[in-house]
């Protein structure tokens, strides 16, 4: 398994941005397609972005298309998240996710890798 680490949560005000980082180690990290997920309070866990292993594919649920941007540097074993205009409703615990294959994903049951998660607060 690859050993995940998110970092560059906060808050923020509604439209402004942020940028998530997550640092990978273990598994060769340029191997595997890798994933953001959010979990809002009270709520599970649901998908938001995915990219496959060289970065040629990308996948985004449709609240954040437009605004949210995956990006990832598999010469420095990171993943990133561009998230601009960002709304109340954004507000969660980002969590990145390293997937079983190369290709983009989106089931919590095609990623088997975790980070412990960072929070993102939107104000209104």
């Known amino acids: 398994q690859v050993q995940l680490v998110e970092s560059g949560g906060g808050l923020v005000q509604a439209g402004g941005s942020l940028r998530l980082s997550c640092a990978a180690s273990?598994?060769?990290?340029?191997?595997?397609?890798m994933g953001w997920f959010r979990q809002a309070p009270g709520k599970e866990r649901v998908f938001v972005a995915s990219?496959?292993?060289?970065?040629?594919?990308?996948m985004y649920t449709n609240s954040v298309k437009g605004r949210f941007t995956i990006s990832r540097d598999n010469a420095k074993n990171t993943m990133y998240l561009q998230m601009n205009n960002l709304k109340p409703e954004d507000t969660a615990v980002y969590f990145c996710?390293?997937?079983?294959?190369?290709?983009?994903?989106?089931?919590?049951?095609?990623?088997?890798?975790w980070g412990q998660g960072t929070q993102v607060t939107v104000s209104s």
């Open positions: 990219i496959s292993r060289l970065g040629v594919g990308t």
């Open positions: 996710a390293a997937a079983r294959t190369s290709t983009v994903q989106s089931g919590e049951a095609d990623f088997d890798s």
């Open positions: 273990g598994r060769t990290f340029s191997s595997v397609g």
